[in-house]
Every structure is written in structure tokens, then in C-alpha cells.
């Protein structure tokens, strides 16, 4: 199970994250692609996040939607 939650972007009002919207992006590359390889099944949730406005939160959790789709369609 992976929680693929948005809270550590630096741009959280809430949690004043650390992540860049690239480390988060290589953060689920690293996760998705490493149960690929190992063949393990990955069952995933998007959550957290708390940034304004909301389209910033549909492309971070656009990105981990890309990033599962190209490690499983490689």
C-alpha cells in the first residue's frame, strides 16, 4: 500500500513541506518502478495536501498517476 499523499510539498501551507514538485515526481518514479521490478503489486491512494489554488493539487497527483502508468507500461 502507498499513500501518495501531497503534505510534503514545499508549497503545503499546512505542513511547509521540503519536497519540490520534481522530488516528489522521482519520490513515486522510485516507488512505482521498484515494485515493477521486483514484481510486487502496488495497490495506491492519493491524499494530503492542502495547497491553494486546488489545480496545483490535481497536477501533483496528476504527476503520480503518470509516473505509475510509465512504470508499468515500460
Known amino acids: 500500500m502507498y499513500y501518495v499523499g ?8 499546512m505542513i ?3 519536497m519540490t514538485t520534481g ?5 513515486d518514479r522510485i516507488v512505482f518502478t521498484t515494485c515493477r521490478r521486483l ?4 495497490c ?3 491524499g ?3 495547497q491553494k489554488p486546488l489545480q496545483k493539487m490535481v497536477e501533483l497527483h496528476g504527476l503520480a498517476m503518470k509516473e505509475c502508468l510509465a512504470a508499468w507500461t515500460a
Not at 501531497?6 to 501551507?13: E, I, K, S, T
Not at 522530488?23 to 519520490?27: E, G, H, I, N, Y
Open 23 to 27: 522530488q516528489m515526481r522521482r519520490r
Open 48 to 50: 494530503g495536501g492542502y
Open 44 to 46: 495506491w491512494t492519493l
Open 16 to 18: 511547509r513541506g521540503v
Open 6 to 13: 501531497c503534505d510534503p510539498h514545499v508549497a503545503d501551507p
Open 39 to 42: 514484481g510486487l503489486p502496488v
